[in-house]
Each structure stands twice: as C-alpha cells, then as structure tokens.
C-alpha cells in the first residue's frame, strides 16, 4: 500500500527556527542538560531531511546565540563541540543529497577547529543545489546589524539604501524568512534574524525542540498554508 503524501498549496520558500526546549526536554527525564541539546541534534537531522522531502528551499536554524556564551561552561562547550560532529559526521550525506551548508553568525570567535570545519563543509557544498542549510552559531541579530554598519563606515558613503545594507549582512545572499518556527512555548524572538523576519509568519508550538519530528513540521506548515500574506498591503 502506498503512504500518501502530504501536499501544500503552497510553501515557504525560507522556513527558520528557533529550536529551543531541549533542557526542558532533558530535566523531564532527569538528565543533564547537555542530553537534551544531543537529542534535539537528532531532531535537527530529521528536520533536515523532512525539509528537503518537502521541497523547502532554506532552512535556517538557531544553533547558539552571542547571548549563550553566559550559560555554564560546560554547557557552553557541549554547544561548540556538537555542531562540529553533527557536520563531521554528516558532510558526506549532505554531498549525495546536494544540501548547501552556510553558517551565519560571528563565526570568527568561535574554537578553531569548527571554523576550520565550517569553512571545509562550505567550500564543499558550495555548488550544492538542493536544500539550503543554513545554522547560526555565535549569532545575534544586533551584533548582526552593528557588523553591516560598520561595514558599511568602511565604504565612506553618506547615504545608503535598503539594499546597500542587506548587501552587508550575514544572509545577504538568502531570502527572507517566510516562516520563523519558535518550539517550547515561549513566544519572543530572542534576538534572531531581527532584518530578516520582518514580514515572516511566525508560529509557536508547546512541543518541545527535541520532540518536533516531521509531523510537528508538517503541522507547521499546514498553519502556514492557511495565512493570509498582505505585506502591508490590502487583498
Ligand atoms: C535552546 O534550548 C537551545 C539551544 C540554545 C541550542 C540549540 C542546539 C541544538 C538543537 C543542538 C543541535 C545543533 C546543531 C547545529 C547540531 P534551551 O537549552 O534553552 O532549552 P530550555 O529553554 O528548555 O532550557
């Protein structure tokens, strides 16, 4: 018997997500912390492949933010090491699938060999057409703007333009987000993507990070496809 598939009427082209819930997830089953974000990995690899499935063309996830480097070194440490085995560990599937990776964030801050490892999986997925995956590490969206500005100083212009700045920005080769996803409940922006979302629906699930398997994605989308998108203007 064939499964049917779920078909949309329409897609976000950019879907990004703040995957937020995994210490939660972890001190419900009273493990440590660092369990939760080692699951909710797993729940980024799943997401990944039910993306591309669908067809979406980006997907952008929150990984750490410049905020995180508060949290207990230990935690802090796990949060560097796991990016750097989740590409490691997946560089090669990302080749057979034709995922593009890129990071955004201030990646020059960030331990040596996940730079080295960032810039490796980049250059290899450079020509890469099918899903765009795009993981912020070290990313703020107001370190983000300063960056453009400061930036932009250096090219000594007295006036710029909306597409002057965007030129400058992390994503100035990426679309802007038509569905930002928040899991575990909490309903802010936490400093993610401020430019980039300014006209994306937004939707906030209970679920936590490392429960949102396909179907919590499916769920999400489907809420997507009923939104009614004026971009200010009127129907
Ligand atoms: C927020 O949950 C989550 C993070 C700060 C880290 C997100 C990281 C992952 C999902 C790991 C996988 C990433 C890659 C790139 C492999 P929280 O810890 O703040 O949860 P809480 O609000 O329940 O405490």
Same mark, same amino acid.
């Given at each position: 018997?064939? $499964?049917?598939?779920?078909?949309?009427?329409?897609?976000?082209?950019?879907?990004?997500? @703040?995957?937020?819930?995994?210490?939660?997830?972890?001190?419900?089953?009273?493990?440590?912390?660092?369990?939760? #974000?080692?699951?909710?990995?797993?729940?980024?690899?799943?997401?990944?492949?039910?993306?591309?499935?669908?067809? $979406?063309?980006?997907?952008?996830?929150?990984?750490?933010?410049?905020?995180?480097?508060?949290?207990?070194?230990?935690?802090?440490?796990?949060?560097?090491?796991?990016?750097?085995?989740?590409?490691?560990?997946?560089?090669?599937?990302?080749?057979?699938?034709?995922?593009?990776?890129?990071?955004?964030?201030?990646?020059?801050?960030?331990?040596?060999?996940?730079?080295?490892?960032?810039?490796?999986?980049?250059?290899?997925?450079?020509?890469?057409?099918?899903?765009?995956?795009?993981?912020?590490?070290?990313?703020?969206?107001?370190?983000? $703007?300063?960056?453009?500005?400061?930036?932009?100083?250096?090219?000594?212009?007295?006036? @710029?333009?909306?597409?002057?700045?965007?030129?400058?920005?992390?994503?100035?080769?990426?679309?802007?987000?038509?569905?930002?996803?928040?899991?575990?409940?909490?309903?802010?922006?936490?400093?993610?993507?401020?430019?980039?979302?300014?006209?994306?629906? @937004?939707?906030?699930?209970?679920?936590?990070?490392?429960?949102? #398997?396909?179907?919590?994605?499916?769920?999400?989308?489907?809420?997507?496809?009923?939104?009614?998108?004026?971009?200010?203007? @009127?129907?």
């Amino acid at each position: 018997m064939r $499964i049917p598939t779920t078909t949309f009427t329409k897609l976000p082209n950019h879907v990004a997500i @703040i995957m937020d819930g995994n210490g939660t997830w972890a001190k419900k089953r009273g493990l440590p912390r660092t369990m939760g #974000h080692r699951q909710g990995a797993k729940t980024l690899l799943e997401v990944v492949k039910a993306s591309q499935s669908i067809g $979406i063309k980006y997907l952008t996830v929150f990984a750490f933010s410049t905020e995180n480097w508060s949290r207990p070194q230990e935690e802090v440490d796990y949060l560097m090491k796991l990016p750097f085995e989740f590409l490691a560990q997946y560089q090669d599937d990302f080749q057979k699938s034709e995922i593009k990776f890129q990071a955004i964030g201030k990646i020059d801050d960030l331990p040596e060999p996940l730079q080295a490892k960032i810039k490796e999986v980049e250059q290899q997925s450079l020509n890469n057409t099918g899903l765009n995956l795009i993981v912020a590490v070290n990313y703020g969206g107001h370190e983000e $703007i300063v960056h453009a500005c400061n930036q932009l100083l250096k090219q000594n212009k007295n006036m @710029i333009t909306e597409a002057d700045f965007v030129a400058q920005l992390y994503t100035n080769n990426i679309p802007d987000v038509d569905l930002l996803i928040r899991t575990s409940g909490q309903m802010r922006i936490s400093n993610f993507l401020l430019w980039q979302i300014a006209y994306s629906e @937004i939707y906030f699930t209970e679920v936590l990070w490392p429960d949102f #398997h396909k179907k919590e994605l499916i769920k999400a989308l489907k809420a997507y496809e009923s939104r009614d998108r004026r971009f200010g203007g @009127i129907k």
